[in-house]
């Protein structure tokens, strides 16, 4: 069974600045684990299939117009029936008034009562682009994320192969470490993954015959950065005479963590090879690649050659 991560209200509270109506415990104590939230519009109306009362409600200008033309009764049994159904919480946008029935039934059902000061699709937006990056499923994986010229590249490879040297020269070269040795790994869509450092061990390196520095304290604040997309998986392995390494590029390798793809290459370490330069170069190359120009093809192309180009995914965990 996969593992379920929550944030609690506090953090939200925090994040987001907001006002504090009512709340029967502490927030700290209050957790959510659900990733979307709902606007009751429906439900103030009586509708309650496929309801999900899990999710934070949210209370916008639509919604407080509406209980504005209903009578006092009526607008007390459909919020009555809505706080019943043991809601994690309920924010009201805009810094619109609230009715006092609202803080009679927060009390009674033990509902948190908040206020924002932001317009209801913004704070929508900002609060679910929140929760999907906390409560996002998650492994920790051995290796480095730096980010090189906005690509984020996770650099992996078996201990003592240089993932941290090549990280520290690359931070010599202007750009930002995010993760040395222990990189939590979050799917915060189907298409996406966020890499960040363990807050006990975040900007920390240790180098052989050097030992553990700060990245941040050493090179200075432009030096790190808290969190980054990863664009691209890097292996750096032992150079081995007998292995055929790729030389033309035509072959796309990919890698799947969490279910999601990214593209991979294996670079093979020997003395005498600038691997800062390599990364940067390969980096760059898969901006490139992205933004729809393959070299190799089209050195293929000038040359006339039929392209033979096949894509190799491959699962993480066989590394």
């Not at 059902?109 to 929508?124: A, G």
């Not at 998986?233 to 030389?247: A, G, T």
């Not at 690649?289 to 096949?310: C, F, I, V, W």
């Amino acid at each position: 069974m996969a593992e379920v991560f929550k944030v609690s209200l506090q953090k939200i509270v925090d994040e987001f600045k907001l006002e504090i109506i009512y709340i029967h415990k502490d927030a700290n104590e209050l957790m959510i684990d659900e990733n979307d939230v709902n606007r009751p519009g429906l439900q103030l109306m009586g509708f309650y299939e496929y309801f999900n009362p899990e999710r934070i409600q949210i209370i916008g200008k639509m919604e407080f117009a509406y209980l504005s033309t209903i009578d006092e009764k009526t607008r007390r049994e459909r919020l009555q029936l809505l706080f019943s159904q043991k809601i994690p919480a309920l924010i009201i946008t805009r810094e619109l008034p609230y009715f006092p029935e609202m803080l009679e039934l927060a009390k009674e059902y033990d509902v948190p009562l908040l206020r924002c000061k932001e317009s209801t699709s913004n704070f929508i937006s900002g609060l679910i682009a929140f929760l999907n990056l906390k409560l996002a499923p998650r492994i920790t994986r051995h290796g480095v994320l730096i980010e090189i010229y906005g690509e984020g590249v996770f650099i992996t490879g078996e201990s003592g192969v240089g993932k941290s040297e090549t990280a520290i020269e690359l931070v010599k070269r202007g750009h930002r470490l995010v993760a040395d040795d222990a990189v939590e790994i979050r799917k915060v869509s189907n298409i996406s993954l966020v890499g960040s450092s363990p807050d006990n061990i975040r900007h920390f390196l240790e180098l052989r015959g050097i030992g553990i520095i700060n990245a941040r304290r050493l090179f200075g604040i432009g030096a790190v950065k808290m969190t980054e997309k990863i664009d691209l998986v890097i292996e750096l392995e032992q150079w081995n005479s007998e292995k055929i390494y790729d030389r033309m590029g035509v072959d796309t390798e990919y890698v799947t963590i969490l279910g999601v793809k990214l593209p991979s290459l294996t670079i093979p370490v020997k003395p005498g090879r600038n691997l800062a330069v390599i990364l940067e170069v390969a980096a760059m190359n898969n901006r490139q690649k992205k933004m729809g120009y393959n070299a190799a093809q089209e050195l293929l192309n000038r040359l006339g050659m039929e392209s033979d180009s096949k894509e190799i995914v491959r699962d993480y965990e066989v590394f």
